[in-house]
């Protein structure tokens, strides 16, 4: 028997913080061995990550969704459940299940992670943990081709996209490079900063890894301890090939992901 797909439109309610599309289309499959309520996390997840629910979007209670998708409580709290363990849903009380964000996919490129979560439509903010001058050890000095425990501003940030940590960057600048100050590093980007200082970047060598997070980094971020992130080494050089920063980040990999473009060589 040939399996009829079962079309159901929710129409979800008109959200303070962003607008709401007036209604969206799940195709919910009865008869295939997918779960119901992982079809309906994956058309979620999809409509998150196409822009077509918006961060601050809200979906309404699950009672509320149950009834207009003809799905049974316990089916929706645990479609809702899985968005909400991958960090797309966040349930608020008084307020409802309402989307946070969709996952940042970064291109491996020389650009800064200011621009791209702007360019994305993520509308990240900076809180500056630490900004001082202080001597290189030996890897940062060897990073950036200086003598070891020459000066260098140390800037520690917290990099967020709607008010949720994102990345922990910690950044390394020989003294006299640019004037490195906190105000201008929380309202944007360092290598804004660079670019309008008159420093042209070039090019850049960088590693990217994995590591689990230790207590201190999975608070600050906003992750069980233990929970896997990104990590990336990255030294960026000038046009006159001297190198101006050297950063070591480490990011959410519920909320980050590097992407590649691999070419075959003939």
Request: glycine share 8%; hydrophobic share 40%; net charge positive.
């Amino acid at each position: 028997m040939a399996r009829v797909p079962v079309r159901r439109t929710a129409r979800f309610p008109r959200a303070a913080a962003a607008a709401v599309p007036v209604g969206l289309d799940f195709t919910l499959d009865r008869n295939s061995p997918v779960p119901l309520y992982y079809q309906l996390a994956q058309q979620l997840e999809s409509a998150i990550q196409r822009g077509v629910l918006s961060p601050g979007s809200l979906l309404g209670n699950e009672v509320e969704l149950a009834g207009r998708l003809g799905l049974s409580r316990p089916t929706v709290r645990q479609g809702i459940q899985t968005l909400v363990d991958k960090g797309f849903l966040v349930r608020r009380r008084g307020v409802g299940t309402q989307v946070v964000h969709s996952q940042v996919k970064r291109p491996l490129e020389l650009s800064s992670l200011y621009d791209d979560l702007e360019s994305a439509g993520q509308r990240p903010t900076t809180q500056v943990l630490h900004n001082a001058l202080e001597p290189a050890s030996a890897d940062v000095a060897a990073a950036l081709g200086i003598a070891e425990g020459g000066a260098v501003h140390r800037v520690e940030r917290l990099r967020l996209t709607h008010g949720r940590p994102v990345a922990a960057l910690c950044n390394y600048i020989p003294e006299g490079l640019l004037d490195v100050d906190t105000a201008r590093l929380e309202s944007t980007g360092l290598y804004r900063m660079m670019r309008a200082a008159g420093i042209s970047l070039h090019s850049a060598r960088q590693t990217v890894g994995a590591r689990a997070a230790s207590p201190e980094e999975a608070a600050r971020l906003d992750e069980p301890a233990g929970a896997a992130l990104l990590t990336m080494q990255r030294t960026a050089y000038a046009d006159t090939g001297r190198a101006v920063e050297y950063g070591t980040h480490i990011y959410r990999s519920s909320r980050y992901a590097f992407e590649f473009q691999l070419l075959l060589r003939t």
